[in-house]
């Protein structure tokens, strides 16, 4: 299969990731597209490993290891912990100021 | 090396170890005690170098090279040679006198104060004993750090600005001298270590000598150090912090600053950018005089000016190490000579006039010249000690500036007579502003402020009585230290030719 | 008698030693034992002084070299004295007078609380030190070292008494003035080891040394001297301090004009007139500044009333007849009038302390008169002192002078006509001095007439010693015209390559006669004039010029002082604290208004961030697609 396809679909999710991360106002809509956006990197990441990160040889050997699919785990680590803190920040917020809107949480700023 | 410890060793962690010590004992008394008995043992440790001078019989003395950042081609190599000898004994005998001279003071914190005054010290002698450009960049920023908090706790009322605009202006120098460092390191030839590792540049002063720059490259390179140098110096333009910085530091910091640090930019240049830019530094040579020179005349035209003492002091200052930066560039012998004594003397020099200064602040609380007045009827021995290092301040002869000018100017001279003509001007007006002060603050009639002035006490006797015994015996017999420095200065002639 | 050469470094450490001892012990000492440990070491100087130029005028020059100085690869420099027969003269001045001088103080200062008068004794000796070494030198850089100790030590006399700032002051303009000439001095010494690496006399002067230096070298490095001279023997532009250093007690006016400090420049010129020799355009500069201070300060004399004033611009004017000498290539005149003017001068300047003293501090010359009476020694040597001066036939002066006139005469019969002018002021501005002071009726108060009285004996002795002095010691140079041998001449010679021009014995006896007419002429004037004085009004038209000795001063501080201020104040207020702290600052106030402007962009909208973080992830997109 072309990877143009692979490209063109991780394109897409991590477009629609950026514009609900920019347009979307609620935190857990936010969040999710932050998601979003993460996926579509490992989506092209192991589509990339699969296709183009070594020659036919190399991969034949036996101690051939695929770097890129690490990292894919690795993200998929980091984004299990992000939702887990995110998550519970979101949770605090709403008991606190009951909404989850994020243009009203700027008081940080001074 | 040998399983002695050698000079540089002693001479740096000394100052360094009892710096950390002085930090724990909380005490004004023990703190000051503590601080004046390591600086006798480090001045001790000094004295006892100049004996091992011989570099070909005591080379193993006074040398020492520690493996550090070995894949970078860095070691921590430290050499005590005859321009390191000078300046370390400057460094060791000022301590002690600064220590006595302001024994009565009692700061808030001596802990603290002591404690960075004797890291201060160690910086400088790191300075002045690195040969590993690294090293030398280490030291010469570890020298500036325990200064600005001494600045900024200790200072007068305007000291954070003052300490401010002092620390911005050193730290712009030192980055650009630190891209200097960077660039030139990246130039420089393979190294090979004793233990067969081989780093592909090195930071050596050795491996800095032999870097491989172009005219062009030598000539940005060359502002690049200069800026740092001229900056710590100061050299018109650059020396707007000094007056401020001098006037809001505590006194015993002026005069580590002005005895001793801003010779630092005088031994960057003697050090480091002359013997790895010599090209260059020949080829400025000529811009670095004439701006030295006007920096030696507006110096001295706005210390005529001036009612505050410490500032009057600063000024004549710039103006004394503008000469003596000429001087360094004139390349012939007599200039670099001159400089050279004039850089021991001018520090014991200042640091003298800075003693009294500082009884006069304490005693009444005035540090204008306009506040003041007839001070010598009733501190007739401050008055005398204060004459006498004015006078050799303004290089009479037979004291020790003297022998440094004359031959500072003989040698200026010699590389252009228009030179020595302009920057003889200095002379004269020198003369003015101390005579001016001199006449302001300790002849007349005696003022509310000044009646009850008390003389010099006996610490601060004997150490004004070192100073003038200096004065007048390098004055009298200057050959001990033209020799103790004419092989670094033959050297230094050597590599530019 | 051949050992004395080993005890040469005894004559100036003496004084020295004296420095010291008055200078730690001035607490401790008592007056009596400070001035006789000042008086005595000076004592023990002119007898090893007298020892030494017994030995000269035996043996010859000898040289002493005591150790390097500075010790070059290339200059070497040794603290080395030269003994001949030109210091050794000097020698026995600065000792001989210095000693007079030293015993005259003790009983003028005793009014003086103890420690002061030790401060006194101490800087006296320093004093005569310096001098010594100026003398003893062996090359430019010794002679320096003693040249600006004369500097110092006069800037420590004259503000002697530092309470008063118009002393100070003068003590300041004195050693400014000073540090002026020596910057050319030292200059001349720069441009010596410049082109020849050497400033020991010996070497310089020798034939072959003087061959490496081209005519404008000799042209160059002679007026650089001159103009060290200048500052230090107070010539045209550099005298107006000699006036001002009356501030010091008198008897250190009598030491600075007489024995030491404006000598210094005519011995220097003298050492060197192997040089001087070479540059004839020099010599004409020299010439002219000469005549021309000798003629300013006389008439500026004529109209003074400070007593010290007269005596001091009196001294101004003499220097440059002695300048005169130098120019015109009459070396030993100059010597010889340095040798008269030193009696005369310390007699004069000494019988005016007295007068001051017995006046109760009084100085000017309007409110005495007729003190004669009351004070016969001081009278008498007073009046001698002034015919020696003015020249009368068998005082030592005239000898002097005619000689520095005859000399002028051979070369040009204006020079002539204007020296002999101001040597005709000379005699009138001195007997206006006496006959004021000494003649005529007492103009002072009561109290002071009450309290007139003759000095005591340590003040007279001295006097009378200088008076006879005065009279005989022009013995030593009658010239040949007049049956003599000129012994100095002969003595000199080795040292000395005199260029005056001889003139035949008929002329010079011409000479004399009209100039010893025309001085009895103006003596007569001033005695017509003056013998009964009444103080009168203000001076007025050019009396008032004189009187305010032509303005210069007032014309140096708008010329030179104001300006040179006023370029200090510019400096500091525009340059300094607008120009460069205002651009460093304004680059610190530039940083801060920008961070002002960029702190705005942190808005707190989360949303506004991710924003611009998208805008720049394009950017750098773009960037890399398209660069």
């Known amino acids: 299969m072309d990877i143009k396809a692979y490209m063109a679909l991780s394109l897409t999710l991590f477009t629609i990731g950026i514009i609900g991360v920019l347009v979307r106002r609620n935190a857990i809509i936010v969040f999710m597209c932050i998601e979003l956006m993460l996926n579509a990197v490992n989506l092209l990441l192991v589509a990339f490993s699969k296709m183009h990160a070594a020659s036919d040889a190399v991969k034949a050997s036996a101690t051939y290891v695929s770097d890129a699919q690490i990292f894919v785990f690795f993200i998929m680590v980091v984004a299990a912990a992000e939702v887990s803190v995110g998550l519970a920040i979101i949770v605090m917020l709403y008991r606190n100021t009951h909404s989850v809107d994020i243009n009203f949480l700027n008081r940080l700023k001074n | ?497 | 008698m051949s050992n004395i050469s080993a005890l040469i470094w005894l004559i100036p450490i003496l004084p020295l030693i004296g420095f010291l001892i008055n200078g730690m012990g001035r607490k401790q000492l008592s007056k009596g034992i400070s001035g006789i440990i000042g008086s005595a070491v000076i004592l023990a100087s002119f007898i090893l002084s007298v020892l030494v130029f017994f030995q000269v005028k035996e043996a010859g020059a000898f040289n002493v070299n005591y150790f390097d100085f500075i010790r070059l690869s290339d200059f070497k420099l040794g603290f080395e004295f030269k003994i001949d027969q030109l210091s050794s003269i000097f020698l026995l001045i600065i000792t001989g007078i210095g000693f007079l001088i030293h015993v005259y103080s003790t009983s003028y200062m005793h009014e003086e609380p103890s420690k002061d008068f030790a401060k006194y004794f101490a800087y006296l000796n320093l004093f005569i030190f310096s001098m010594l070494l100026l003398v003893l030198g062996g090359n430019f850089v010794i002679m320096f070292i003693g040249w600006e100790g004369v500097g110092l030590c006069s800037y420590l006399l004259i503000g002697f008494w530092f309470k008063k700032p118009e002393y100070t002051s003068a003590a300041n303009k004195a050693f400014i003035m000073n540090r002026i000439g020596d910057l050319g001095f030292l200059l001349a010494v720069f441009w010596l080891i410049a082109k020849v690496g050497t400033t020991n006399f010996d070497v310089l002067f020798a034939p072959e040394t003087l061959k490496l230096l081209t005519a404008n070298d000799v042209t160059g490095i002679t007026l650089l001297l001159f103009v060290g001279a200048t500052g230090k023997s107070a010539q045209i532009p550099l005298y107006t301090w000699l006036p001002d250093a009356m501030a010091g007690p008198t008897p250190v006016s009598a030491l600075i004009h007489a024995a030491t400090m404006v000598t210094a420049g005519i011995y220097m010129i003298a050492r060197s007139n192997a040089l001087f020799s070479l540059a004839p355009i020099t010599q004409t500069v020299i010439t002219v500044v000469g005549l021309a201070t000798a003629l300013l300060a006389a008439s500026i004399a004529i109209k003074q009333n400070d007593i010290k004033k007269v005596l001091a611009y009196s001294t101004v004017s003499q220097l440059g007849f002695m300048f005169l000498a130098l120019g015109t290539g009459n070396y030993t005149a100059a010597v010889f009038h340095v040798l008269t003017h030193a009696f005369f001068k310390a007699l004069m300047f000494l019988g005016s302390g007295s007068v001051i003293h017995a006046m109760g501090g009084e100085q000017d010359i309007r409110k005495m008169g007729g003190l004669h009476k009351h004070m016969k020694i001081t009278s008498i040597t007073f009046l001698i002192g002034c015919l020696a001066i003015s020249g009368i036939p068998g005082f030592s002066g005239f000898f002097s002078k005619d000689e520095i006139l005859a000399g002028a005469y051979g070369y040009s019969s204006m020079l002539y006509g204007i020296a002999l002018f101001a040597a005709l002021l000379t005699a009138f501005y001195m007997f206006r001095l006496y006959f004021i002071t000494f003649r005529g009726s007492f103009r002072g108060t009561h109290e002071q007439a009450h309290h007139l009285h003759e000095s005591p004996a340590a003040m007279t002795i001295p006097l009378i010693i200088l008076a006879i002095l005065s009279v005989v010691g022009g013995a030593i140079g009658v010239p040949e015209a007049l049956g003599g041998k000129h012994e100095l001449a002969q003595f000199l010679a080795p040292v000395i390559k005199s260029a005056a021009h001889h003139l035949d014995h008929t002329t010079e006896y011409m000479l004399m006669a009209l100039s010893t007419a025309l001085v009895l002429a103006s003596i007569f004037a001033a005695w017509s004039l003056y013998k009964n004085y009444k103080a009168s009004g203000e001076a007025t038209g050019f009396g008032k010029v004189l009187q305010n000795k032509w303005y210069v001063d007032e014309l140096y501080q708008t010329a030179i002082v104001q300006p040179l201020s006023a370029l200090g104040t510019f400096f500091n207020n525009i340059i300094e604290k607008k120009g460069i702290d205002g651009f460093v600052n304004g680059v610190g106030k530039a940083v801060n208004y920008g961070s002002r402007q960029l702190r705005l962009l942190q808005s707190g909208q989360v949303g506004a961030y991710v924003l611009l973080m998208v805008i720049g992830m394009l950017l750098l997109f773009i960037i890399q697609l398209f660069v």
Request: charge should be positive; charged fraction near 10%; proline fraction near 3%.
């Open chain 2, 1 to 497: 090396m040998g399983n002695y410890i050698t000079f540089p060793e002693l001479l740096l962690w000394l100052p360094l170890v009892a710096g950390i010590i002085a930090f724990f004992l909380k005490k004004q008394g023990s703190a000051k005690a503590w601080a004046i008995l390591s600086s006798f043992i480090i001045l001790g440790v000094s004295v006892a170098s100049l004996f091992f001078a011989d570099d070909v019989k005591y080379a193993s003395f006074n040398k020492v090279n520690y493996y550090w950042l070995k894949y970078i081609g860095n070691s921590f190599y430290l050499v005590l040679d005859s321009t390191g000898r000078l300046l370390t004994f400057l460094t060791a005998l000022s301590f002690p006198i600064i220590f006595i001279s302001t024994q009565q003071n009692n700061y808030k914190n001596p802990h603290s104060f002591y404690g960075l005054m004797l890291l201060t010290q160690a910086g400088l002698m790191g300075v002045f004993l690195a040969w590993d450009a690294l090293v030398f960049y280490f030291f010469w920023e570890l020298a500036l750090i325990p200064v600005y908090f001494l600045c900024s706790m200790w200072g007068g009322e305007k000291r954070i600005q003052a300490t401010f605009k002092f620390f911005v202006y050193t730290f712009a120098g030192s980055l650009l001298m630190l891209i200097g460092i960077i660039y030139v390191y990246l130039h420089t030839p393979e190294r090979a270590f004793d233990d067969g590792h081989i780093a592909q540049h090195s930071f050596a002063l050795q491996s800095f000598m032999h870097a491989t720059l172009s005219t062009g490259q030598q000539t940005w390179l060359f502002w690049l150090f200069f800026a740092a140098f001229a900056v710590k110096m100061p050299i018109f333009p650059f020396h707007t912090w000094q007056p401020d910085t001098y006037d809001q530091a505590p006194t015993s910091v002026t005069m580590v600053l002005s005895g001793i640090m801003v010779k630092m930019g005088l031994f960057g240049v003697i050090r480091w950018l002359i013997p790895v830019l010599p090209d260059a530094s020949l080829q400025f040579a000529n811009i670095v005089i004439i701006l030295s020179i006007i920096g030696i005349l507006y110096a001295s035209f706005i210390a005529i000016k001036q009612d505050n003492i410490k500032k009057l002091i600063a000024y004549s200052s710039i103006a004394h190490i503008g000469l003596m930066c000429a001087a360094l560039f004139a390349n012939n012998e007599m200039s670099v000579q001159g400089a050279f004594l004039q850089m021991f003397s001018h520090g014991i020099n200042i640091i003298g006039l800075w003693i009294v200064v500082d009884m006069l602040e304490k005693q009444t609380g005035a540090k204008h010249i306009s506040q003041l007045s007839g001070v010598a009827h009733k501190a007739p021995v401050l008055t005398i000690f204060l004459v006498v290092i004015a006078l050799a301040n303004i290089a009479l002869p037979l004291t020790n500036a003297f022998v440094g000018e004359f031959l500072m100017f003989a040698g200026l001279y010699k590389a252009n007579v228009w030179y020595a003509v302009v920057a003889g001007i200095g002379i004269i007006l020198a003369a003015v502003y101390t005579l001016r002060m001199i006449q302001r603050v300790f002849y007349g009639e005696s003022n509310a402020l000044t009646q009850n002035i008390e003389d010099a006490s006996l610490g601060q006797k004997f150490v004004l009585a070192v100073i003038v015994a200096f004065i007048f015996g390098i004055g009298i017999m200057p050959q001990p230290l033209i020799d103790l420095t004419k092989e670094a200065v033959n050297g230094l002639l050597a590599i530019k030719k």
